[in-house]
């Protein structure tokens, strides 16, 4: 059979087996190239492409290529390739969204060495967290996770002085061995104007809509791991704040300018060294007022208002507290937000949290009912976002306040 006749086999097979991914695959233009590893999706006139090595396709097993064409659906319909590029570790990063992705993939179906959680025993990685938590876990202090990402790093920085491309073998400290994903088709997303990224974001949204729709006029089920996120894309309701305008005036000043590496541009010094680009970027630290005196309904309000904050295009890291301090990690609106404390109410961890850590975040955005006494030595950029059913005029002295309305 030819490359095409599988694949189409494969298809056929896929979208019995599970539709939704079938019609999803169906969405995509398909091509064959051999200037690539293995396979990977890339974005072409605001439309996805997937792309496959025909050698790579043909080695491998009927089973394993149906894991394979929903491992790439999973990195479109998970929005890897739109909304995670403040990642700065691009290698950790691609792993840490491998070993995400795979988990909904039958382990049999997988090709060997692929990135799962079974290969970082010693990180004691959590089944179905997320890209950020596996990203945090792999770039955080312990000595474990310093020695797996130094042992990473060091074979990808071979991997670029042998101007090589594709998959490489890593032997990781622990004596597993993993292939380094692949994912430079991306590397030209990244150097989109933002407006287009989101442009591509929503259309995106729009797919797994369609799809779901489809799969609803034929009585079929959404997989689990989609589920979430298409009922999230349906019912988030228009914000009541307008937060793109506000940020433009008040955190204008407080962008954070980053450079990054560019192969589309040249670097005019050094010609053979690829361009730089400089970006404006935002990075906001925004708290959810945990304590008991704080609804069900006005949490459900913060998050809502979190989730077009982060639509800005700004990065929003969650802290959580009540009279003390019990999460911060990486906001995802299409994630369950899980919270913790429901005690009495403290303002002054935050406040001291942020003075601490102020030159990482752009500004601090508090999201309280207003039930409890100012905190001291509050910076400028801060704002109070009063629940609907709060009062919050006492913070006036203390930083701007934004009263939500119903």
């Known amino acids: 059979m030819t490359n095409q006749e599988t694949l189409a086999k494969a298809s056929k097979e896929l979208m019995l087996k599970e539709p939704f991914y079938g019609l999803l695959l169906m969405s995509l233009n398909k091509v064959w190239r051999k200037d690539i590893p293995t396979a990977g999706v890339r974005v072409k006139d605001i439309s996805y492409e997937l792309a496959i090595n025909p050698d790579f396709w043909e080695s491998l097993e009927p089973n394993m290529k149906i894991g394979v064409l929903k491992h790439e659906l999973l990195h479109i319909g998970f929005f890897h390739l739109t909304n995670y590029e403040h990642l700065r570790n691009k290698t950790i990063r691609n792993i840490a969204m491998d ?34 938590y596996y990203y945090d876990k792999l770039m955080s202090d312990n000595s474990k996770a310093q020695s797996t990402v130094k042992c990473i790093m060091e074979v990808g920085q071979d991997e670029q002085q042998d101007e090589q491309q594709g998959n490489t073998t890593c032997e990781l400290p622990n004596g597993e061995e993993i292939e380094i994903p692949d994912h430079t088709l991306w590397d030209e997303i990244e150097d989109l104007p933002e407006a287009t990224k989101r442009l591509l974001e929503n259309q995106t949204k729009h797919i797994l809509e369609q799809v779901a729709d489809q799969i609803a006029k034929m009585k079929g089920d959404i997989p689990g791991e989609f589920a979430e996120i298409i009922e999230r894309l349906k019912i988030v309701e228009p914000p009541k704040f307008d937060w793109k305008g506000y940020l433009r005036r008040f955190a204008g000043k407080s962008t954070r300018i980053y450079t990054k590496k560019s192969r589309r541009k040249l670097n005019k010094r050094l010609e053979e060294n690829p361009g730089l680009k400089f970006k404006r970027h935002k990075h906001i630290l925004a708290a959810i007022d945990t304590s008991g005196s704080v609804s069900t309904s006005e949490l459900k309000e913060f998050i809502q208002e979190m989730t077009h904050l982060e639509k800005t295009g700004s990065d929003v890291t969650l802290i959580e507290c009540d009279v003390s301090i019990s999460y911060v990690g990486k906001f995802n609106s299409r994630k ?15 406040i001291d949290y942020f003075n601490e850590h102020n030159p990482k975040y752009s500004c601090l955005f508090y999201f309280t009912d207003g039930e409890c006494p100012a905190p001291e030595n509050v910076p400028k950029n801060t704002v109070w976002v009063i629940s609907s059913r709060g009062n919050g005029d006492h913070l006036k002295e203390t930083g701007k306040v934004i009263k939500l309305e119903d």
Not at 99 to 104: F, T
Not at 336 to 350: L, S, W, Y
Request: aromatic share 8%; net charge negative.
């Open 336 to 350: 369950d937000v899980e919270i913790h404390g429901r005690g009495g109410t403290e303002f002054q961890p935050v």
């Open 99 to 132: 070993l995400e992705i795979n988990q909904y993939i039958e382990e049999q179906d997988l090709p060997e060495g692929v990135c799962k959680l079974s290969k970082f025993p010693d990180l004691n990685l959590e089944p179905k967290k997320g890209t950020f």
